[in-house]
């Protein structure tokens, strides 16, 4: 009597395979895409590279540096607003320090309008977006 027939080991591979979808789903990925690398890789590797991955799930706060979900706007544990780990558009500061560079004849300023983004002219007053006085 044969243990293992291929049909079992086929049926447990798939079942395993399921475990790298659920534990991507639940680290900000996407699982059909795992499920499928689960299937034709293994199961055992796609989970082990899903956890040695990224968590995207979650984001960490600026001002006391925890572990927060994505979607969350005030930290629950320093109570800081609008938290968010990418600096605004356009960065208020540069992430490494630089020395100022001063422009020369060629190189121009350019500025950004605070209320959404726009490069703005330079000798403009208002956004051509939005309006608003830059």
């Known amino acids: ?6 049909e079992t080991l086929f049926v447990f591979w798939l079942a395993f395979s399921l475990i790298p979808p659920v534990v991507a789903s639940k680290r900000g990925r996407r699982g059909v895409e795992w499920f499928i690398i689960g299937i034709l890789i293994s199961p055992v590797i796609a989970t082990i590279v899903v ?10 706060c600026e001002a006391c540096g925890v572990q927060i979900p994505v ?8 109570k800081a607003k609008d938290v968010s780990e990418t600096p605004p558009y356009p960065p208020s500061h540069p992430v490494f320090p630089v020395a100022p560079v001063q422009p020369g004849p060629s190189q121009q300023v350019h500025q950004y309008c605070a209320n959404c983004g726009t490069k703005l002219a330079p000798d403009a007053r208002f956004c051509s977006s939005c309006g608003r006085p830059a």
């Open 1 to 6: 009597m044969e243990f293992y027939t291929y």
């Open 51 to 60: 956890v040695a991955m990224k968590d995207l799930s979650k984001k960490r």
């Open 71 to 78: 979607a969350a706007h005030i930290c629950p544990f320093c």
